[in-house]
């Protein structure tokens, strides 16, 4: 078969055997065979013939919601439940509950894992579902858990899981991932092991000083009594250096403090002779004064000062002229206190007077909070919503309260360098919330906008409330010179076992509010648009719900004050992100069928929907019947809908608006059931997929408010054929060229369908566009065709000419009717070998797309013309950062589109991006665009960086608009300065964005575009 293909295939270049092919076509002769040469090795077995062993030397990650464990004749053992997950290497295991036996050696740990309950693996290149499964792993590298509830010493012998573990755990089993196996012990690093010697431990009620010399050079002694104290004192002058540490303070454990000078007042009824090594009891005096350069060191606070005062007795003291430093591992490093006093009222709290606290490290930061008071305590917090992340007291099983550093500050101003930028006068936080509250600030000024101040704060930080995991929380608060003060709030979230149900769940919200003054600019012919309200407003709410057995929940919630308000001041969603909606959506998905249920209103009346009250779908996709000889696909809804044409704008003179003629106020029942069956078989080297596909629908109302029944029908023949032809020795290191295959299909699908209803009767209950698009339909037969589409244009015919709705589980199942069409492809890929020599990969160095249609009743289907819809697709990868790009899309009736675009994008290092693209649009009525657009960014230095873009439409000979920005990263903030220019609106405008880098929280040079979502630039 191999020698027949390539004999093909030197044949297909010749222009006449191409011409034979397709005409073979039209008699429905087409469809892709497989390819039966391989040119990167062997075809890869079936799963049961593959074995993949991950490496010894990857660890094992394990994971679940809730575990229980205890210990068995040195073997650990823990009963998982809750989306239970293993990995090793690129090894994946799943399943509801677990059982795992943990025995770990010297050097290797031996893991034996029984999976029970929806079981899935996922190894390289396959996967495969069981019930059940055991399976042994062996790591050297550590075994590493990640577990949300625990509870420990929890024998459960009684557990059926146990048990059903236990049982198959003693049997054979045949899917093993790994076996156990003798491991090759590693020769052990020379030199010897060090443990650390044991403290002795102290009686309770007593406590040990021990003092040292801070460095080679002793130091000296003093000692005398006091007399002038009731009772009488010891007193020790200690100089020369000195380093103390006293176990035993009550709850603190042990104080480590150093000085160049220290005295210390004891009791003095129980004199002793002095020594480097004091024991006594915890209620003896024992008081400190320290004096030059000063250590303190106590758990995970550091402090230092020039002098301080320490009572060890009731674990109390007072610094001067002093800074204290504690690690957060939330924040990724220290954070820092200085004050002109520092005072410890007890273990872990401490009140800092006179002070200022940064994170940065630098001797003075070019950032800090300058406050009168600082209060910082070790606080045991709860999370105010669930149980979080806490482990369970094994006795009550109560969750463990977590214990952190909590900061509280009174009268803070936020100084960059020594000016004050913002004051409040009060704040509360977990320590790694440090910063102030605010998190960008932006200044700009424009023609649309005016004087822009934009901020945007943490609120978590903002009320003082604990950070809760896998949560943002912001605030944004905006002043526009020409609109108005405008606040706002947004979030996500995600997180599992949502009301304690097994479940996975994320979502967000974004909330804004401004009382608008000015009118909106929108472009061209919508340059002064006065807003039907004052009071505009936007809120979006969206949350998304995973199940076991394939559910999801999807839920969303939105409401805008007006028709402009979203296009005005979020101009980035309203034509990108997805509409804003107010629905709920339930769907289970299981193996190749499944069903869901949709409710939806409208709670806006400027766009056009549907309400569905509800609507339910139920698909059924490749079923084999009579032994694979037929697959079976099915699609049925049903629903009572109701059509919402959008109302006309507000100022129709200034705002063009023309309603889409598929959409009108109709309502009622929508019924529809698809059925399509197909019988693939292989003829030669060719595969070919007859088809036949019945639907019956039902309109309550259509578009003149009548009863619509319709039958509709398609039958036909797909085919291919696939061509491969290898050139082993072909190899250009300029071209990136290792290798080269030419892999080749011709593809044919050929139709005939037949409707008893005229499409131009039925209403688009199926909308098919989103907002953005219908908005811009609704001005275009106005201020692009004077007020008359032309049918070529009209959005439902071109989606029949397209075959967008002839599929079973197409959404908008409306768009078909009479046609008879034979679609064509000629796709071509070729492909290289690139990487290491020991791990090569298979990559596209080049690919080609031809495309075209063919009508037999073209006057019908094409306006008279027997061929459209010419495609091109082709892409060269010049290497991996340069690609050259180009697409063509022509239709050749008159007023047709023709539409090209070719594009290059080049990244040749980590510093220099550029990309240069040419555009035409063009069609009937006067439609032509020419455009020419270029981007550059530049990374100068690690501290700047520059990005420019420009736009020109050649066709109408207008610049269509520039922007030019410039970024700093300093060590302390991240600045950014644009200028803007937009044609289409007369606006120009310049900017500067500064943000703060906090830690880990901070935002990179990524996050500039899209800090604010506000269209103020």
């Not at 936007?538 to 402009?564: A, C, K, V, W, Y």
């Not at 009250?613 to 009579?626: Q, V």
């Not at 050139?727 to 080269?740: H, R």
């Amino acid at each position: 078969m191999s020698g027949e293909i390539n004999s093909v295939y030197r044949y297909v270049s010749h222009i006449l055997w191409l011409a034979f092919v397709f005409i073979t076509m039209l008699g429905g002769a087409a469809t892709i065979a497989p390819a039966q040469t391989s040119f990167f090795g062997a075809p890869k077995a079936s799963y049961e013939e593959s074995e993949y062993e991950p490496s010894e030397e990857e660890s094992i990650e394990i994971s679940a919601e809730y575990s229980q464990q205890w210990e068995e004749d040195f073997v650990k053992v823990s009963i998982l439940k809750g989306n239970c997950r293993i990995q090793q290497g690129d090894a994946v295991l799943r399943s509801r509950q677990m059982v795992i036996w943990h025995r770990k050696s010297r050097k290797t740990d031996r893991v034996s894992v029984y999976l029970e309950g929806e079981v899935r693996v996922d190894l390289p290149g396959e996967s495969k579902n069981e019930n059940s499964l055991l399976v042994n792993l062996v790591t050297q590298n550590g075994v590493k858990a990640k577990i949300r509830r625990s509870a420990a010493n929890i024998a459960s012998d009684d557990d059926p899981l146990l048990k059903r573990a236990t049982q198959r755990r003693g049997v054979p089993h045949d899917h093993q991932l790994k076996r156990a196996q003798f491991i090759v012990e590693k020769p052990p690093l020379e030199g010897p092991e060090f443990a650390p010697m044991p403290e002795p431990e102290l009686n309770v009620g007593f406590r040990r000083i021990r003092l040292f010399p801070r460095s080679a050079v002793p130091y000296n002694v003093q000692s005398f009594p006091s007399t002038h104290t009731v009772p009488p004192e010891q007193i020790w002058v200690i100089t020369g250096g000195v380093n103390l540490l006293i176990d035993g303070v009550n709850g603190l454990g042990m104080v480590d403090m150093s000085a160049d000078r220290i005295i210390i007042w004891t009791d003095g009824r129980d004199t002793q002779n002095f020594n480097s090594e004091i024991r006594q009891s915890k209620e003896t005096p024992f008081e400190i004064y320290l004096e030059g350069n000063i250590e303190i060191r106590q758990g995970t606070y550091h402090l230092k000062a020039n002098r301080a005062f320490y009572d060890a007795r009731e674990g109390r003291g007072v610094m001067l002229d002093a800074e204290l430093k504690t690690h957060v591992p939330e924040l990724g490093e220290n954070i820092r206190v200085r004050a002109s006093q520092i005072r410890q009222l007890s273990k872990g709290a401490y009140l800092a007077q006179n002070a200022w606290a940064t994170g940065s490290q630098f001797g003075k930061p070019g950032y800090r909070i300058q406050s009168s008071d600082i209060f910082i305590e070790d606080r045991e917090t709860m999370p105010w919503i669930g149980s979080g992340s806490m482990e369970l007291d094994p006795l009550t099983g109560q969750p463990v309260p977590n214990k952190r550093a909590w900061i509280s500050s009174s009268n803070n101003t936020f100084l960059v360098g020594d000016v004050p930028l913002l004051y409040l006068p009060y704040v509360t936080s977990p320590a790694e919330d440090i910063y102030f509250p605010i998190s960008g600030l932006r200044f700009g000024n424009d023609r649309i906008f005016g004087f822009q101040v934009e901020t945007e704060w943490d609120m978590y930080k903002l009320l003082g409330l604990e950070r809760q995991p896998g949560t943002e929380w912001k605030g944004q608060v905006d002043y526009y010179s020409y609109r108005g003060v405008g606040i706002g709030q947004s979030g996500n979230y995600n997180g599992s076992n949502l009301l304690g149900f097994d479940n996975v769940f994320n979502g967000g919200g974004k909330m804004f509010y401004i009382h608008d003054s000015g009118t909106d600019n929108l472009g061209l012919d919508r340059r002064a648009l006065v807003p039907s309200t004052k009071d505009r407003y936007l809120i979006n709410l969206q949350h998304r719900q995973e199940s076991p057995f394939g559910m999801t929940l999807t839920g969303e919630g939105g409401l805008i004050s007006d028709r402009n308000f979203q296009e005005e001041y979020f101009e980035s969603d309203f034509d990108s992100a997805k509409d804003v909606e107010t629905l709920l959506h339930l769907k289970q998905q299981q193996e190749n069928w499944s069903w869901s249920v949709i409710g939806r209103t409208k709670l806006n009346n400027f766009n056009d929907t549907t309400d569905w009250l509800p609507k339910a779908d139920l698909y059924l996709l490749g079923e084999p019947l009579f032994g694979n000889l037929l697959s079976w696909t099915s699609h049925s809804s049903v629903g009572y809908g109701k059509l919402k044409p959008a109302a006309a704008p507000y100022n129709p003179q200034q705002d063009v608006f023309t309603p889409l003629p598929f959409i009108a106020d109709s309502q009622g029942l929508v019924a529809m059931t698809r059925n399509q069956l197909e019988a693939p078989f292989h003829l030669g080297p060719f595969k070919m997929v007859p088809y036949v596909m019945g639907e019956a629908a039902y309109w309550e109302q259509g578009l003149q408010q009548q009863t619509i029944d319709r039958l509709y029908g398609s039958a036909g023949l797909r085919g291919s054929i696939q061509f491969e032809r290898i050139f082993a020795d072909v190899y250009s290191p300029f071209f990136n060229l290792n290798g080269l295959a030419h892999k080749m299909s011709l593809e044919g699908d050929y139709s005939f369908s037949d409707s008893s209803e005229n499409l131009s009767n039925i209403a688009q209950y199926n909308e098919f566009d989103d907002n953005a698009q219908e908005r811009f339909r609704e001005r275009l037969v106005i201020n692009t065709f004077g007020g008359v589409l032309p049918p070529q244009f009209d959005p439902r015919f071109y989606a029949v000419r397209t075959g967008a709705g002839r599929g079973v589980t197409d959404p908008y199942y409306e768009m078909v009717d009479d046609q008879q069409v034979l679609r064509m492809a000629w796709r071509h890929r070729l492909q290289t070998k690139s990487g290491p020599p020991d791990q090569q990969r298979i990559k596209d160095w080049m690919t080609l797309d031809l495309e075209a249609s063919y009508f037999p009743d073209a006057q019908r289907d094409n306006f008279g013309e027997d061929f459209g819809l010419l495609g091109g697709h082709y892409q060269w990868f010049l290497g991996d950062r340069t690609t050259l790009a180009a697409n063509a899309y022509y239709d050749l009736f008159d007023g047709g589109q023709e539409l090209w675009d070719v594009s290059l994008t080049s990244k040749r290092t980590n510093r220099l991006s550029v990309n240069v693209a040419m555009q035409q649009i063009k069609g009937g009525g006067g439609l032509d665009s020419q455009i020419l657009s270029a981007s550059l960014s530049y990374v100068m230095s690690q501290k700047w960086s520059a990005g420019i873009s420009t736009a020109y439409d050649l066709g109408e000979n207008i610049n269509r608009g520039q922007t030019l920005s410039i970024t700093r990263t300093g060590a302390d903030f991240l600045m950014s300065l644009g200028m803007t220019y937009d044609q289409s609106t007369g606006n120009a405008g310049i900017g500067l964005t500064i943000m703060p880098r906090f830690g880990n929280f901070g935002t990179g040079p990524s996050d500039l575009s899209s800090l604010f979502s506000s269209a103020a630039q």
